[in-house]
């Protein structure tokens, strides 16, 4: 059963986006990177964007900064509703006021995103003031008062570190402190933990939900490891060539996926403990964006496939408990309740 | 039965600055027997990729011994070693850094046979018959590794290991830089080979999960150390040294019921570098178990069960 839920104006919504369109004009074609993506994320709500390299997820959260380097890239179509207005429309001048106060980013490698000839309690600073315009000096002080909040053991010293005196944990614990300097609303973090050991991957996310939810602030988290979204994330957007193809609550989608790329996804995980002889795995390798074929983009790898998914592309089936999914044929894992 | 490797007591000191020593590899012994999968675990820089290489004399170990079928691996040089590289392969982890990509792939696997002398006229059957047994075909002969995924071009890395029929492949995180959706295919194919073709692997890699599925044992490394080495389902189902606890409390599980209930176990603190490392446990510092004896004396490898042991003054 099909249906449009009717969405209350919910208050609480941080962001919304709307058929977000980001495509890159290349010399092979134009790779259609984000076509067509929804959702929106509460106050206080972790997000997660999974799917794999080449899914989108990661230009997902760069279109949201308007960080998208153009040429070749163009956000071409849809809305990023946040704080009121439209930030497709925003100018450079609203778009820097809103970056690092109201919306900050952190990347999978702290190592390439802090300066490596400036301390860190300089480049911590800096967010007070450009955007407090506070003195050099009160802008130490609170950068050390943030490297304290994220834990960093002896913050005064270290704020007088240079990135590469730091350890891996440490330089993403630094990025995170610099992200919520001034309490953004929204905190989008890309793949935040992939480059760090296991031992720290579960200090550093420990750290990342804390914070997010004494201060409630909005958490975008995109990764590939469904480990972490198990952890971390209440709602899931799972992409593939650009589209979201499920949406759901993080219970249902690994209890009731109901889109084949889930359910492959889920099942061709080594598990501890699961002990067994061979992985299920998805055959096949995914699209070529610049390439994709007619009709729905995983029907190549997809064992439920049938002439109408090779033809036609699915649209978007939505059920009337939020679970959000884009498929001709769904697994029956969860069925509309009868009423 | 004899093993087909065994290391003595191997170590591998980097000289830093002027009177300082990176210990990498710091004395670890081990042995894999014949057609077995040792999986060797730890966190970056704990000397499991340097272990590996050593065991390959790729690069020259410091002191110890490493024994391959009764030949002693350290004292050979030129042609001697040429020879026994025709039994000792390797996989590496990120296949486009491993590829010449001036280099066709038909060109890339013969390569091999034409150095050793093997297959001789026939490199090129031979290159076809092994990329069938990957699952390409022999159309990609031709074609340079840029016009591959990274999932393919890992195929055709792991042809390439088997060009000269080895019976013994050093796997360094070959999974790693893999989507997700393709890792699973080429945890199979190894394992398929490994049982058609009886290899032994040393499968080096971060991940506790496919190392759980590769391996038929395993042996943690922390700060160039052994942890603990025990079967798999031992290591897995009752691990006694805090470091593998750690380590294993550590891995998210894909399933929110249990994650979201499950107690944060995050120990403190990160693997540091070996660099002149202070006496006692490596892992003093991070230990939730430590005591007074493990700062000042390094613990023994004990003997906990048949073929499983580890370094823990709590177990000695």
């Not at chain 1, 259609?32 to 067509?36: E, F, I, L, R, T």
């Not at chain 2, 003997?303 to 048949?306: D, K, L, T, V």
């Given at each position: 059963m099909t249906e449009r839920a009717p969405k209350p104006c919910d208050s609480s919504v941080v962001l919304r986006v709307r058929d977000l369109r980001t495509h890159f004009f290349t010399n092979e074609g134009v790779v259609?990177?984000?076509?067509?993506v929804d959702f929106e994320i509460r106050r206080g709500e972790i997000l997660g964007i999974v799917g794999e390299s080449g899914s989108g997820k990661s230009v997902t959260g760069l279109s949201l900064m308007r960080l998208v380097a153009s040429p070749p890239g163009r956000i071409v179509s849809g809305q990023i509703e946040f704080g009121g207005r439209d930030l497709v429309e925003a100018s450079t001048t609203e778009m820097q006021d809103i970056r690092g106060r109201r919306m900050s980013m952190i990347f999978q490698d702290p190592l390439t995103s802090l300066n490596p000839v400036l301390r860190i309690g300089y480049q911590v600073g800096e967010v007070f003031r450009y955007h407090l315009g506070l003195s050099r000096s009160k802008a130490l002080h609170r950068a050390v008062d943030m490297l304290r909040a994220t834990e960093i053991p002896s913050p005064d010293r270290r704020a007088q570190s240079y990135p590469y005196e730091l350890s891996g944990g440490m330089r993403q614990r630094a990025m995170i402190a610099m992200a919520l300097a001034c309490e953004p609303e929204l905190l989008i973090a890309d793949e935040p933990t992939t480059a760090l050991d296991v031992t720290v991957q579960a200090q550093v996310l420990e750290l990342m939900k804390t914070i997010c939810r004494e201060r409630q602030t909005a958490l975008l988290l995109i990764t590939h490891d469904m480990g972490v979204v198990a952890h971390m994330c209440d709602r899931v957007a799972v992409m593939y060539a650009g589209k979201i193809v499920e949406y759901t609550d993080v219970h249902t989608l690994f209890a009731r996926p109901a889109h084949p790329y889930t359910a492959g996804l889920l099942r061709s995980l080594p598990r501890l403990g699961a002990k067994l002889r061979r992985l299920a795995s998805l055959e096949g390798q995914p699209p070529r964006l610049t390439r994709l074929p007619a009709g729905c983009a995983f029907a190549p790898r997809c064992p439920r496939a049938q002439d109408r998914c090779r033809e036609v592309a699915p649209d978007l089936t939505r059920l009337g408990n939020g679970h959000q999914f884009r498929c001709h044929f769904p697994l029956e894992n969860d069925k509309e309740p009868q009423a | 039965m004899t093993p087909l490797l065994e290391v003595r007591n191997l170590h591998k000191y980097y000289p830093v600055g002027r009177n300082s020593r990176l210990k990498a590899v710091d004395d670890v012994s081990l042995s894999i027997q014949p057609g077995e999968v040792l999986g060797l675990v730890g966190e970056s820089g704990c000397g499991k990729t340097t272990l590996g290489r050593v065991i390959l004399s790729l690069q020259p170990a410091t002191s110890g011994e490493v024994v391959f079928d009764g030949i002693d691996v350290l004292s050979l040089q030129g042609k001697d070693l040429r020879r026994l590289r025709r039994r000792m392969q390797i996989v590496f982890q990120d296949p486009y850094s491993s590829f010449n990509p001036r280099m066709t792939i038909g060109a890339a696997l013969s390569f091999p046979m034409k150095v050793q002398g093997m297959h001789r006229g026939n490199e090129e059957e031979r290159a076809v018959e092994l990329l069938n047994r990957v699952g390409l075909d022999g159309s990609v002969l031709n074609r340079y590794p840029h016009e591959f995924s990274g999932g393919q071009l890992q195929r055709i890395g792991i042809a390439r290991a088997l060009t000269l029929d080895s019976d013994f492949i050093v796997a360094d995180e070959p999974v790693s830089a893999l989507d997700v959706s393709i890792q699973s295919q080429v945890l199979n194919l190894f394992k398929d080979l490994q049982e058609e073709l009886n290899l032994t692997y040393l499968f080096i890699s971060h991940d506790l999960g496919v190392v759980e599925f590769i391996s038929d044992r395993v042996a943690v490394l922390y700060m160039g150390r052994l942890a603990e080495i025990a079967p798999t389902e031992d290591l897995f189902g009752d691990p006694r040294h805090p470091y593998t606890q750690s380590l294993l409390a550590a891995v998210l599980h894909p399933d929110p019921t249990l994650e979201k209930s499950k107690p944060s176990m995050a120990i403190e603190g990160e693997i540091s570098t070996p660099i002149d490392p202070p006496p006692g446990c490596r892992f003093y510092g991070r230990?939730?178990?430590?005591?007074?004896i493990c700062r000042v004396q390094d613990p023994p490898m004990v003997?906990?069960?048949?073929r499983h042991s580890a370094a823990c003054w709590l177990h000695a």
């Open positions: 259609k990177a984000v076509d067509g | 230990c939730p178990k430590r005591m007074d003997s906990i069960g048949p």
